[in-house]
């Protein structure tokens, strides 16, 4: 199994970035994806999340209305969005599949916002 972000980098506030994450070794269409961060000296929280049925998403709030999630199925990968990015989004974003009880995490890709 494995999951390989990619997308991460240095941009100034207000900008765009669009992170994928290729999934690998498991039937990817039955897992949930879903994006998490964590920022220097902070717990990983859970960003945005796509259910295996339906493509319904869900936020956190302080990104709702500026980061879309999203999925192809037939590419075996999951998207975020970003924008209008503010400095508070800097952070190592990693991708996560689960169903069940089974889980797997990415390694992550670094966002850093900054002018």
């Known amino acids: 199994v494995q999951l390989v972000e990619s997308g991460g980098g240095l941009v100034q506030p207000g900008g765009s970035l669009r992170l994928s994450c290729a999934g690998s070794?498991?039937?990817?269409?039955?897992?949930?994806m879903s994006w998490h961060r964590q920022a220097p000296g902070k717990e990983r929280e859970l960003v945005a999340t796509?259910?295996?049925?339906?493509?319904?998403?869900n936020y956190v709030d302080s990104v709702k209305g500026r980061f879309t999630i999203s999925r192809d199925n037939a590419k075996n990968t999951v998207y975020l969005q970003m924008n209008r990015l503010k400095p508070e989004d800097t952070a190592v974003y990693y991708c996560?599949?689960?169903?069940?009880?089974?889980?797997?995490w990415g390694k992550g890709t670094l966002v850093t916002v900054s002018s």
């Open positions: 796509v259910t295996s049925v339906g493509g319904i998403t």
């Open positions: 070794g498991f039937y990817f269409s039955r897992y949930a």
């Open positions: 996560y599949a689960s169903r069940g009880r089974d889980g797997y």
